[in-house]
């Protein structure tokens, strides 16, 4: 079942970190290649990736395969693009430029089936085994689903007491470029100014017992924010790892 996973996932979390990444590849082969790496989840992006319904469909069976929790970053709450990710059995939903309580309350409901949310109802998808999940069983387990919020700019961060408030709220994610551009430093994702700001936030959560995810895409960044308490950490993108690797197997043969 979906929620025990789920738990784990959540409890592992909580007395450490989890660790996974970006992905913009459309083949799903490098999904599940990545699952036997000891990562724990993957972040499909439709946002700023060309994933498509079709391709998400395979990407998630790799995922299941692999034993990768698979979270799909949606470009907006929006139900339908919302409750497609959830019907191919997503574990979870990643929501972008969150910025209002509001906001929250919607993504939550849009989730979540009664008496969280107000999910549109059909069992006859992926993620209920087609069908052949009692139904009742699946609407339970369903509403175990991850919801992860993106503040990305300085109007979210201002927003995050209430925001972190919301009940059915799993993880709250910091976009370190996205903050940095609102607060000047476009790209300087390390500038004092916007460090502060995250260990403020990092503060007001600890307060509230509220998990928080971030992105990093060098080892000391994220040294760096596992020190300072992240719980759900995506380390870069596959695509960008991939070329990294590729450089830096071109750069030995130079030396020779």
Request: with cysteine.
């Amino acid at each position: 079942m979906q929620s025990e996973i789920i738990r784990l996932f959540k409890e592992k979390s909580k007395k450490s970190n989890v660790l996974g990444y970006f992905s913009k590849t459309t083949d799903s082969s490098l999904i599940e290649v990545s699952g036997f790496s000891g990562f724990d989840f993957v972040i499909l992006d439709m946002e700023h990736g060309p994933i498509g319904m079709e391709t998400l469909k395979h990407h998630l069976m790799a995922c299941k395969n692999a034993g990768l929790i698979s979270i799909v970053r949606v470009h907006s709450y929006d139900s339908e693009l919302i409750g497609k990710a959830l019907d191919l059995g997503a574990n979870g939903i990643q929501v972008p430029k969150v910025t209002s309580a509001d906001q929250a309350h919607i993504t939550v409901k849009l989730s979540k089936f009664h008496p969280y949310g107000e999910r549109g109802v059909c069992r006859f998808v992926r993620g209920a085994n087609y069908a052949s999940m009692d139904r009742f069983d699946f609407f339970k387990d369903a509403n175990s689903n991850l919801v992860i919020l993106q503040l990305e700019g300085i109007e979210g961060v201002q927003a995050f007491n209430s925001i972190s408030e919301v009940s059915g709220i799993d993880y709250i994610f910091i976009g370190p470029y996205d903050l940095s551009q609102s607060l000047g430093y476009p790209g300087q994702v390390e500038h004092p100014e916007v460090l502060k700001c995250v260990e403020n936030l990092v503060k007001s959560a600890r307060k509230k017992g509220v998990m928080l995810g971030t992105f990093c895409d060098t080892p000391n960044s994220l040294i760096k924010w596992i020190n300072l308490g992240f719980n759900y950490l995506a380390y870069s993108v596959d695509v960008a790892l991939f070329n990294e690797k590729l450089i830096e197997i071109n750069k030995l043969r130079n030396q020779n």
